[in-house]
């Protein structure tokens, strides 16, 4: 039992986090980069990126499964690197793909061996084991090896396994690719149960981005291993909400060559043209409407738009990249 006193606000404190790798080239890549976030506690938070953003590489740092260059990782209070048997007791974790459990053994097998290794044995193990195989409706296939699985039903072993010793921490590492609609809506059930009903802290890493907007009460974006947002949710969306139209017209991408709308964002879909994106004001909303009136393309629809956090995502990577290429032309005319 932790003390109370060793309970942070946040279930997760990174502090000036870096991680650098020597090439064969023995050129230097940056992974992470000076990062520092905090993770709320009881709180489901959202980790996102594009591949090689430096997502995985942070929550293997978390884990202590990397051990950083410089910085600090503290879990519920503990230092990772000074206290790293206390800080990973608090951890459960869910590799992409199932990657931590055994196809070869049985579910009840797998679950008894992860509670043993995290130093938790005897009846009370057993006991934990059969609640968390009925509760996702495995009890009956508990002697069956994974590999005779179905990937949501592996899945599902994989977060009982994360489960088994009752951590206050659950990482989740893409928990819903490859999986069927109805795995998928399950999965997402039980992300929701674990924070909002058992007040654990869930750190959720996903492509799906539709996915973390439904469930994550905070959003961290990383971009080239550093941190370009870091807020709540709906704050995030507040700060791109402003006057976001979608115009509907009934034609094909064809007609539009000749056309400039800004920078709307224009796809075709059942035989008809959807525009949406950020319009200054109403002149330029009318100004289009105008122009597309001019293209002889049947007006269907104009309403306003709540942005979603693809957009968001996309957006904030625009900017950090024409951030970057800005500081690389000062340092060219410096040098």
Same mark, same amino acid.
């Given at each position: ?22 090439? /064969? ?19 489901? $938070? ?12 942070? @929550? ?24 790293? %048997? ?27 061996? $992860? ?25 009956? *296939? /508990? ?6 699985? %179905? ?7 994989? +977060? ?9 921490? @659950? ?39 539709? @996915?973390? *907007?439904?469930? =994550?009460?905070? +959003? ?5 291993? !550093?941190?370009?947002?870091? !807020? ?6 507040? &700060? $791109? %909400? ?17 056309? =400039? ?20 004001? *109403? ?33 904030? &990577? ?6 970057? *290429? ?5 340092? %060219?005319?410096?040098?």
């Amino acid at each position: 039992m932790i003390p109370f006193s060793r309970f942070p606000t946040a279930a997760i404190e990174v502090t000036s986090l870096s991680k650098t790798y020597r090439t /064969r080239q023995r050129s230097i890549v940056r992974a992470v980069d000076n990062l520092s976030l905090s993770v709320p506690a009881g709180q489901i $938070f959202g980790l996102l990126g594009a591949n090689g953003a430096g997502k995985t590489t942070t @929550i293997k740092m978390i884990c202590g499964l990397i051990t950083p260059t410089s910085g600090r990782v503290l879990v519920n209070g503990y230092d990772v690197a000074h206290e790293r %048997s206390a800080a990973i007791r608090q951890i459960g974790v869910v590799l992409e793909g199932t990657r931590n459990v055994y196809w070869r053994l049985t579910a009840w097998e797998n679950l008894l061996y $992860f509670g043993r290794l995290k130093g938790v044995s005897g009846q009370p193990l057993k006991a934990r084991a059969e609640q968390l195989l009925r509760e996702l409706q495995l009890w009956e *296939q /508990r002697n069956d090896t994974l590999r005779t699985y %179905s990937r949501g039903m592996q899945q599902k072993v994989a +977060i009982a396994c994360a489960l088994v010793t009752d951590p206050p921490l @659950i990482l989740l590492d893409e928990p819903t690719l490859g999986l069927d609609v109805q795995a998928a809506c399950v999965m997402k059930e039980w992300v929701i149960k674990l924070a909002q009903e058992q007040g654990k802290t869930v750190v959720l890493t996903t492509h799906q981005l539709d @996915i973390a *907007q439904e469930l =994550c009460d905070r +959003i961290a974006i990383m971009h080239k291993g !550093q941190l370009v947002a870091d !807020q709540p949710l709906s704050e995030l969306l507040h &700060l $791109f %909400s402003q006057e976001r139209y979608q115009i509907r017209v009934k034609g094909n991408l064809a007609d539009l060559r000749a056309a =400039c709308f800004g920078n709307l964002t224009v796809r075709s879909e059942h035989g008809e043209v959807i525009l949406t994106g950020a319009i200054a004001d *109403q002149a330029t909303l009318y100004h289009y409407l105008t122009r597309l009136q001019d293209l002889s393309l049947p007006l269907l629809s104009v309403r306003r738009v709540e942005p979603d956090l693809e957009e968001i995502f996309m957006e904030l &990577l625009t900017r950090s990249e024409k951030g970057e *290429q800005r500081e690389d032309r000062v340092l %060219s005319s410096v040098q």
